[in-house]
């Protein structure tokens, strides 16, 4: 005879594989773009990087499907992490605000963080390499499934977008996958 106990600690573990077998199943996989993403290129001095960045171009994700102008502001909370606020425009011209948290994990280079939009659940984000000015980044996390090129104008010249995607392509991005974002 099963205790109360032992049958609720077997629901609990059987509850729990269902949801994390339903979060896997939630959509396809995206398309791996690099299957050797490497370690970030160059340490990040953390109040240079704040601030608002905009996307130039990405691996089309379904939470970003159809986005135009899209913008990304950090900024220091007093607890130390990063308040992340990513911003793009809908198809249907509605604007979609995503608010969320980052926090550091290597220390000493500053280049990885993980971020997060719902509660517990963090994702890596690493600063593969960046403008020694700031005015770029490439942005990407371990699996190489995701990958943003950014930058401090919202329209850089078309030159610095080619030389920035030609760096993607260096660090092993496919770049024929990337998705060039429409600024206003």
């Known amino acids: 005879m099963i ?3 032992s049958f609720r600690i077997a629901v609990l573990a059987l509850a729990s594989t269902a949801l994390l077998a339903g979060c896997a199943a939630l959509g ?3 398309p791996v773009g690099n299957t050797a993403v490497p370690q970030p290129a160059k340490p990040i001095e953390l109040g240079k990087y704040l601030g608002r960045w905009y ?8 939470f970003q499907k159809g ?16 308040s992340v606020r990513n911003a793009c425009r809908k198809p249907d011209g ?6 969320g948290k980052a926090k550091i994990v290597d220390p000493v280079t500053n ?7 719902f509660g517990p659940f963090y994702g890596d984000y690493w600063v593969l390499d960046r403008a020694d000015d700031y005015s770029w980044a490439i942005v990407g996390e371990p699996s190489g499934r995701y990958l943003w090129l950014l930058a401090r104008q919202a329209t850089p ?7 920035q995607i030609a760096r993607a392509k260096a660090l092993g991005y496919d770049t024929s996958m990337l998705i060039r974002t429409r600024q206003p």
Not at 111 to 117: D, I
């Open 3 to 5: 205790n109360r106990r």
């Open 111 to 117: 280049a990885k963080l993980k971020v997060s939009f």
């Open 67 to 82: 986005c135009e102008g899209v913008s990304a502001d950090y900024a220091l909370r007093e607890d130390g992490k990063i």
């Open 157 to 163: 010249a078309p030159d610095k977008i080619e030389a």
């Open 28 to 30: 396809p996989k995206h």
């Open 55 to 62: 996307e130039i171009a990405r691996y089309e994700q379904s």
């Open 94 to 99: 509605k604007i979609s605000i995503a608010n």
